[in-house]
């Protein structure tokens, strides 16, 4: 068994064949082949040109994400195209959900099957919702 450590100290336990079994986020236990697809749009990019300019130093290739892009993920695995920093921002959301957990933080989202995460760049962020298609 793994345990990976999300970046809020939660921990998620995977069996060995990459299954979740045990989900801190909503303190459920999981079992069998659970696995919805997850759709993730991009929903805004926003940009702190006063905070590039004071802290920043000058990045070439910054953000490729696109205000209204959608990728499909097929459990753990990062969709093509999709930023790494963001992937390890959103991928705990995302297993979840893809392993049938719900309900982030007692009733934070209007959907129980959902998320609204955003990648870990202070200067442009950038927000994803996160949802299970099925």
């Known amino acids: 068994m793994s345990?990976?450590?999300?970046?809020?100290?939660?921990?998620?336990y995977i069996d060995?064949?990459?299954?979740?079994?045990?989900?801190?986020?909503?303190?459920?236990?999981?079992?069998?082949?659970?696995?919805?697809?997850?759709k993730v749009t991009v929903i805004r990019k926003?940009?702190?040109?006063?905070?590039?300019?004071?802290?920043?130093?000058?990045?070439e290739h910054a953000c490729d994400m696109e205000e209204g892009a959608v990728f499909y993920c097929e459990g753990w695995q990062k969709p093509a195209g999709f930023c790494d920093s963001a992937w390890e921002s959103i991928s705990p959301f995302v297993m979840t959900l893809a392993h049938g957990g719900?309900?982030?933080?007692?009733?934070?989202?209007?959907?129980?099957?959902?998320a609204m995460i955003s990648c870990n760049?202070?200067?442009?962020?950038?927000?994803?919702?996160?949802?299970?298609?099925?």
């Open 102 to 114: 719900e309900n982030f933080y007692d009733g934070w989202m209007k959907n129980p099957k959902s």
């Open 16 to 38: 060995e064949n990459g299954q979740m079994i045990y989900n801190k986020f909503t303190e459920k236990f999981f079992g069998g082949d659970i696995m919805h697809k997850i």
């Open 46 to 59: 926003a940009r702190y040109d006063d905070l590039i300019e004071k802290y920043e130093n000058p990045i």
């Open 121 to 134: 760049d202070g200067f442009r962020p950038v927000s994803f919702l996160i949802e299970v298609c099925d």
């Open 3 to 12: 345990i990976f450590l999300s970046s809020d100290k939660k921990y998620i």
